[in-house]
């Protein structure tokens, strides 16, 4: 019987085996999923915020809130357990722009905080040399993603387009 | 001749829920505009009688719309048709030079009757 | 800058006094527009880390169109007014001044009335609080979003959570009872603006110091 782990917004959490982590309402948060397929492990970050630096409370929240902070939290339990970094792949999920005013990016940033969290995690993956093996990002839906601890798959689900895999 | 009109609003609902009333009262639009800027080129180009514009949007606003027109052409007629009815907001539309103003939601005859005043102070 | 979290119990009354009165103004307005009394329920004031809202906001798997405007003036604040995706397109036929049924497509002309909606209510919204707490308060145009509720909210999350840990949400149900339309207006202050509301509310009631 498949066990479902909900995993809330700025927040980690592992499974094995017949584990599903899942996460709701992608907007522009993203979700970081890590697996490792020997002993079939998986952990997700909902990430929140691109850069834990330019926020003065950083230090009284989780790490998983920041794409700064959430990679190196998650892979410092994870070793913990006995799972070294190199045992890991990483898919990325969300980060969409769902609210434009009149065509322009909402924060006044040329780049919304959809497309910067995008990027921010995939600079910690290439820092800490994590290979990135899927992803469906960007555009303008939510998304809800499942997380199969058995086989790594990711399933998506968005209000209007259906299901997918990735 | 029909009184010709230019409705500005960024909101096509509402462009089209103005035609109809005026429209139907025989008033003639002449052209619309989503923003301040398209208003003011549409002011110059068409050189309507009187001017519908909406406060909120994009690009340019209504109060700074009304403050171009007014510069191009002192005598524009100019009413404002605005969720926005807060009193200090009101004062700055009349100051800008509007000559009257509608808050929405709006019955269509407070509509009409608008335009009818601004006709009447014509003559 | 005050964390929503040390607003004590008077205030909290406040702000449902605030979303009563935003709110009532809100209903009437979209009472005339399509012509049937429309009821407000009571307004909810929850403070709680942003990170919580999801769960507390009822409705994780509901598809809505949001309608967000942002709004700026003497209260920097966010504006969200949610209906359910079912909905839609009775509401659009009301708007519209058609019986009920007529449409089964929400076009281009359709999606516009829904942001005007936005903007009428939250304007009527705002004239009454601005009056009541003798402020000015403008709004942006509207944005619009039709997605799972969870994810309309997490743009408006994020954003707040780049300032603060806690939101402060007055949430207020408006319906219709033969359509049984529903929709929801959430009234969100930016963090640095709770200062603010509780200086005006202060101004306004006559209260000294509730704290």
């Known amino acids: 019987m498949p066990d479902k782990i909900k995993v809330g917004m700025a927040d980690w959490k592992f499974g094995r085996n017949n584990d599903v982590l899942v996460t709701f309402g992608l907007g522009s948060c993203v979700a970081l999923a890590l697996w490792e397929a020997k002993d079939k492990l998986a952990a997700m970050a909902h990430i929140m915020l691109p850069d834990s630096k330019l926020i003065r409370y950083r230090q009284e929240v989780s790490p998983a809130k920041f794409a700064d902070t959430a990679l190196t939290a998650m892979l410092e339990e994870l070793q913990k357990l006995g799972y070294n970094k190199e045992r890991f792949q990483a898919k990325v999920v969300g980060g969409a722009n769902m609210f434009t005013f009149a065509g322009k990016t909402i924060g006044g940033n040329s780049m919304n905080v959809g497309q910067r969290n995008v990027l921010a995690v995939k600079e910690e993956l290439r820092k800490l040399q994590i290979p990135l093996v899927g992803e469906d990002t960007g555009g303008t839906s939510g998304r809800s993603v499942e997380f199969y601890a058995a086989n790594g798959i990711l399933r998506i689900r968005t209000a209007m387009f259906g299901e997918k895999e990735v | 001749m029909a009184t010709r009109i230019l409705i500005v609003d960024d909101a096509s609902f509402m462009r089209m829920m103005l035609r109809n009333i005026l429209n139907s009262h025989g008033y003639q639009i002449v052209g619309e505009a989503e923003n301040g800027f398209k208003a003011v080129s549409a002011f110059e180009e068409l050189k309507p009688d009187i001017v519908l514009v909406d406060l909120i949007m994009p690009e340019m606003g209504g109060i700074e719309a009304v403050k171009k027109i007014m510069d191009m052409d002192p005598q524009a007629r100019i009413i404002i048709c605005s969720a926005m009815g807060q009193q200090a907001l009101v004062v700055e539309a009349m100051q800008a030079g509007a000559r009257d103003f509608i808050i929405k939601p709006f019955q269509p005859t407070s509509v009409i009757e608008a335009v009818q005043k601004l006709e009447r102070e014509e003559e | ?211």
């Open chain 3, 1 to 211: 800058m005050r964390e929503p979290s040390e607003i004590n119990a008077f205030y909290q009354d406040a702000f449902q006094e605030l979303g009563n009165i935003g709110a009532g103004n809100a209903a009437t307005a979209l009472s005339q527009l399509v012509g049937r009394t429309i009821h407000t329920s009571v307004p909810k004031v929850m403070i709680v880390p942003i990170e919580q809202v999801p769960d507390i906001v009822n409705g994780t798997d509901r598809i809505v169109a949001g309608i967000y405007l942002k709004i700026f003036g003497d209260i920097p604040a966010k504006m969200l007014l949610t209906f359910a995706h079912t909905d839609l397109l009775a509401l659009t036929d009301l708007l519209m001044g058609q019986p009920v049924g007529t449409s089964n497509l929400l076009n281009e002309m359709r999606l516009s009335a829904l942001k005007e909606l936005g903007t009428i209510l939250t304007g009527s919204f705002l004239n009454a609080l601005a009056k009541f707490l003798d402020m000015r308060l403008i709004p942006s145009v509207p944005a619009l979003a039709i997605d799972l509720f969870p994810a309309v909210l997490d743009t408006l999350l994020v954003e707040l959570s780049e300032e603060a840990r806690y939101a402060l949400l007055i949430q207020t149900e408006i319906h219709e009872t033969e359509t049984k339309l529903s929709g929801n207006i959430f009234l969100i202050p930016e963090p640095d603006a709770l200062d603010v509301i509780i200086e005006a509310i202060k101004k306004t009631t006559g209260v000294v110091d509730a704290g």
